[in-house]
């Protein structure tokens, strides 16, 4: 609430700047921009930082012992890189521990199906359960049964993510992962299973929040499976307990089920909260000449989940993003304003890092002019997206046209930016976006897959050039630019 009210009061500012005219780039910055493409070209800097990263670090999910080496890390290699500042900014959250699961079909054809606990799931009792599966094609199916038909039950949601470059087949199925268990536990379910959310066909399930925690209620009462954080936060455990199946396990069950409809599943995980931890973001900068106090803020996740290394999520966007910023001052260029790059920390579960950004930065928003974040995979970039107005379109469309040798497209005026970046967003500060393709993503998102050998170092350098041309250009652009995004105000 704090930070929509923030967002209201810069109105009647970005009213009056509306009418300056606006001035564009400069002959000199879009040569400085081209050489450092020429310089990238060549430069494996992110490369080696995600090398380094996802080998001496390995899997780094938040609140464990990894994590703490994580900001070690990358405090050690942004100090490194140049940055004339580097600070750890604390970050406070809950945190979640993974035990073992177990899941097999019983009956005429005994078999155990390789699964993998959501994220915040509950516990079954020790001895895990055992009862039958009602499945459903997607979620509007689940949330349509009846009690009836669920009472005492295993949920198993079956839809199957489709591909995309732009990946946007997520959002639609995403949902069965963060809210299938609360709603199938409304239904008197006893646990739910999903269909990894994933494009994959390894036998490797994709874990991922099983419950949105920002969605508790404050007044929420404790229980078992309600915490109250010492900020006064509440969080939640899932309803019941969730797992997805990998596809080729999700294909084997439905068969199953249509040869055994009243089939029985053995059902065992483990999952507890174990208290709160604080990690940091860290933060690099490289100081601007003439409007230091203006910033841009660019930066990816330091934290993954617990399988795989963390490679495309997001060890990739914290190495594109430090490159991209230390290569400027490294080809002996100083932009107008502050380049800032942020490795946050709990992306994962809950966006901790990005809302305590927001938080500790409150007071210098209104005088952050744009961010965008790198998390979606190592693919090469394809199109530039800005949530700004159309009296700023012009010079997106120049710092498009300075991307154009990379194969970058002009996008749309819609960018809401990163999960990161959305306490910025809804403060007012103007959003980029950089489009990976992500058509192989999801193959690999938040599964064991998620390892360097995915990383191809030519599309990698591709993205850097990208990163380092935007920050160049509209570090140093003569024009502010003003976000186009309205927040919707809490009912
Ligand atoms: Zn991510």
Known sequence: MRLLTAALLCLPVLAAQAETPSTLLSPELKAQAASLQAALATDDTAYHLVESLTTEVGARVAGSEADARAVAWAEKHFKQLGFDKVTLEPVRFPVWRRGDIRISVLGDSPQSLHAIALGWSKSTPEAGLSAEVVAFDDLDALSAASPEQLQ?????VSARMEKRRNGGDYGRRVAARSSGAEIAASKGAVALLIRSIGTDS???????????LGGIKPGTPASDRAMVLSNGERVALTAVPAAALSNPDAD?????????????????????????YTSHNVVGEITGSTKPEEIIVVGGHLDSWDVGTGAIDDGAGVAITAAAVAAIK????????????????????????????????????????????????????????????????????????????????LGGQDAGGGADLSGMRDAGVPMFELLQDGTDYFDLHHTDNDTLDKIDPAALRQNVQAYATFLWLLGNAPQRVQTNFVPTPTP
């Not at 390894?202 to 949105?212: A, E, F, N, Q, Y």
């Not at 490795?343 to 927001?358: L, M, R």
């Open 202 to 212: 390894d036998r490797l399930p994709h874990t991922g929040m099983g419950i949105w």
């Open 152 to 156: 005492g039950k295993i949920a198993y």
């Open 252 to 276: 084997q069950l439905s068969r199953l089920l249509k040869l055994q409809p009243k089939l029985k599943l053995h059902y065992q995980l483990a999952g507890q909260y174990v208290g709160e």
């Open 330 to 409: 490294k080809q002996g260029l100083r932009p107008a304003r502050t380049l800032r790059v942020v490795a946050f920390a709990n992306e994962e579960q809950g966006v901790w890092g990005g809302k305590a950004y927001a938080r500790a930065h409150a007071a210098e928003l209104a005088n952050h002019v744009g961010a965008a974040e790198s998390d979606f995979g190592a693919g090469r970039i394809y199109r530039i997206d800005a949530g700004v107005p159309a009296k700023d379109w012009p010079l997106v469309q120049e710092i498009q046209a300075a991307l154009d040798p990379l194969n970058i497209e």
